[in-house]
Every structure is written in C-alpha cells, then in structure tokens.
C-alpha cells in the first residue's frame, strides 16, 4: 500500500484525554477514533490489526475443537429471565424497548442465548461434547469509560462455550480452552500468565484469568519467574490426549493478583530469587460452571440410560480488541508502538528517502513490487515529507522492518533495513531485500 494513497490520520502531539501509553499511540498513530465515550471507530490501520488477531484467535479456537457460529448483538430480555440475570446483571447492562414494546437488550455476554441454542438443538448425550464460539461485537456500559479500548463499553470479544454430558467432561473442556489459550496468547507475542480467579456476574466454582505483565498494568501480580519463561509453543499438543500434565505445570506454581495474594504462601513457596512483583493485564477469562445456566433453562439431554441430564457447561472469553491495547501497552518505546509480527498491519515499511528524485523513485517502486509479489505487506512512505518525519512515522506505527533507500546507498547498490524491536540498522544489497523477509 502507498502511504500517499493510504488513510492513515497521525497526530504529532499527545492527545490530552489519553491517560495510558496504549490509548495515546493508538490516538497518534491512527487506528483509531473515539465516536462517543468508550465507543470506537477503527481506522484502517487500527481494522489490520484487529483481524490479525482474529485471525489466530479463530485458528486456535479451531484447533482445540471448538465450533464456530455467529450470534446477534441485540438478544430478547426474556431469555435472560430465564436464567435470573435480568434484573441481577446491573446498570452495565444496555436495555432496549422496540417499536412493538418488547424488552431488547444488547448483550454483554450470550450464555443465555447459545444455551437456548443447544437446548433446542441437542437432545441426546450422544450429540456431545460441543464447544460452540463466535467473535462478536458487546456492549457494557461502563460508569466510567477509560483507557481507550481497555475500558470501553463497545468492544469485540471472542466467546466460546463448551457442553458435556458430566462433570468429566466439562472438565476436559475446560483443559482444551486452557491450553487454547496459552497458544493464542504465544502465537500473538504475549506472556501471559494462568492466575486462579473469582467468577464473578458469569458464576461457577472453577475460573481462571490470563494475565501479561506490563509496567502499566491495571493491577499488582505476584508469580513465579519459571511461568514467565515456559514456552508453550515448543510442544506437541493432542487436544483429544491428557492434557493434565500441561495443566499441572502451569498452576503448580505459586500466581496471583493482588485480590488473591497470600504473601505468607508466596514468600515460602517461591525463592527469593524467582519472585516477580509487577503489574498485569488481563487479557482472557475462562470459567467453569456447571448447570448455572443449564438448570434454570431447561437445557436437559437423554443420557445413556433414557434419563433426563442438565448439561455441564463452561465459557471461554478472550477480548479482541482490548488485546490490541494490551499489546501495546507491553511493546513500546518513545518512539510509538513495536508490533510482534504475528499481528503488526504490515510487516515492512518501504521508505523513500528522496521522493521526486528518479533513481530513487525508480528503485523503490520496484523494490516495492518484489515485495508485494512475495506476498509481503508493505507499506510504501513514497510521500513528499522530510525524511526525519518518515522516520518518527515510521517508528510511530511500530512496523517489524524499515527498509530505507536513498541516492547514497543506491550510489553503491544497497538500502538500510531497520529492525523496529531492537533498533539494529544493517546495509543490504538492494538486489537481496526481498530474500532477507523470505
């Protein structure tokens, strides 16, 4: 993509109502725009991003088995009856009246919804287990929005829900969305830690939330180093084997926020030299609960001998694009954002030194095209500004490579590739750019 044909609205100066560096670089660096309190626009950049993560949220998903649908973002009030949550949910909650007088709202969550899904689809132990999620629009209207996406009230949330005949079962759901999620979380360059958590509004007596550490982080953890340092991705995983070896190793060592922590347990239980005290994010929450939602609305299957069996179930959160901020907030610098691959908008930034200027421009527009038939997304500076301005953009949106080209280098037959994480800056033959992204 050409940057001067590109929509992509950078601010220079901090903006005053950003109060985290997450919320202030996605403002400067364009990805998005604020249409009312906690409620976004995402702009082009921003939009990459957000389906890059998507993306490997809905491939591991789809590895640990789960099954994907859609569901609407405004659900019948009547359901949430149901199951009593109505009137318990609170003001977070967005209620609506239609033209016809119907109680509408707009959905916070769906257990109630894919519940009734299943229980008027599945009537036999033999149609299970199911894990059934959707990546879609919520809306909780927070009292008070802040933070950009970290807090807002409309966000995109990936959540899955898991249906089992017994207790067994719904626990080995549990398992798989754990393990899922320990995958998602590496694939998108992210440390995140396992932590025991309460249940909350969603209920249940078996729940976990995925943390990363960030100097920035909404609240004090405590763990131990060796969870920081477990690689998840160098394993051979079979969703449908035991997966209690794996979950043992990550929740037999000593993690907890602060709401949970035991500094007696944490000062005997981790050496003094393996003890980590920082901030962290929340970045997925997973639950188990039972017949919570199954009990009250009649979600019930024949079982092996003709009974009648509430179903087990479980639910899986994962937010999409508060996971955008969460990165940042990890992966920065002065200059701007720093994107892992696995999810940055582009992978190279092409920056024309000297517009207007033959050569140069010659060499860059092909250059350019190596690296779009490589199938590598550019992003290419070929606008008329300063090159220092390139450069702060550049750094700004936090692109994994740079790749400057100017009359000097070009004299002798090579560019200048940055890497944007570690600041290294190596000259290249211009003829072997496009083998060094290969």
Excluded at 136 to 149: A, I, L
Excluded at 354 to 372: H, I, P, R
Aim: net charge negative; hydrophobic share 40%.
């Amino acid at each position: 993509m050409r940057l001067s044909r590109y929509f992509l609205p950078t601010l220079r100066e901090n903006p005053a109502e950003a109060q985290i560096v997450s919320h202030r670089l996605m403002l400067r660096a364009g990805l998005v725009r604020q249409s009312a309190a906690g409620i976004y626009s995402w702009l082009p950049l921003g939009l990459k991003v957000l389906r890059n993560i998507e993306r490997i949220v809905r491939e591991e998903q789809n590895r640990a088995g789960a099954i994907e649908l859609l569901m609407p973002t405004i659900q019948s009030a009547d359901l949430w009856r149901e199951s009593g949550r109505y009137d318990a949910y609170g003001k977070e909650m967005l209620r609506i009246t239609d033209r016809h007088e119907r109680e509408m709202l707009f959905g916070p969550t769906n257990e109630e919804l894919i519940t009734a899904i299943v229980r008027d689809s599945i009537k036999s132990y033999r149609d299970l287990p199911r894990n059934l999620y959707h990546i879609q629009w919520k809306f909780r209207d927070e009292v008070r929005p802040r933070f950009g996406v970290m807090r807002g009230r409309e966000f995109l949330m990936k959540d899955a829900y898991s249906f089992d005949i017994d207790k067994a079962g719904a626990r080995k759901a549990y398992e798989k969305m754990f393990v899922a999620y320990l995958r998602t979380y590496a694939r998108l360059g992210l440390k995140a830690i396992p932590m025991a958590a309460d249940t909350g509004p969603i209920g249940g007596d078996m729940s976990h939330e995925f943390i990363i550490l960030a100097e920035t982080g909404e609240s004090a953890v405590f763990c131990h180093q060796d969870l920081v340092d477990y690689d998840i991705l160098g394993q051979e995983i079979d969703f449908e084997g035991d997966l209690t070896p794996i979950i043992d190793r990550w929740t037999g060592l000593y993690a907890a926020t602060d709401e949970k922590h035991d500094e007696a347990r944490f000062a005997s239980e981790v050496p003094a030299e393996k003890q980590i005290a920082a901030r962290g994010i929340e970045v997925g929450h997973i639950f188990y609960f039972g017949t919570k939602y199954s009990k009250p609305m009649g979600a019930v299957v024949a079982g092996p001998n003709g009974e009648q069996v509430e179903l087990e179930m479980g639910s899986y959160g994962i937010g999409v694009s508060r996971l955008i901020g969460a990165i940042i907030e990890a992966s920065h610098d002065e200059g701007g954002i720093i994107w892992p691959e696995s999810v940055a908008p582009f992978k190279v930034a092409l920056i024309n030194l000297k517009s207007g200027d033959a050569t140069v421009d010659a060499a860059c527009d092909k250059l350019y095209a190596q690296l779009e038939a490589a199938g590598i997304e550019t992003l290419y500076d070929d606008t008329a500004e300063r090159a220092g301005s390139k450069f702060a953009t550049a750094d700004l949106i936090g692109l994994p490579w740079q790749v400057h080209v100017g009359p000097r280098g070009l004299a002798n037959g090579i560019v200048e590739v940055k890497n944007r994480k570690t600041g290294e800056r190596r000259e290249v033959a211009i003829d072997q750019v496009v083998a060094a992204f290969a």
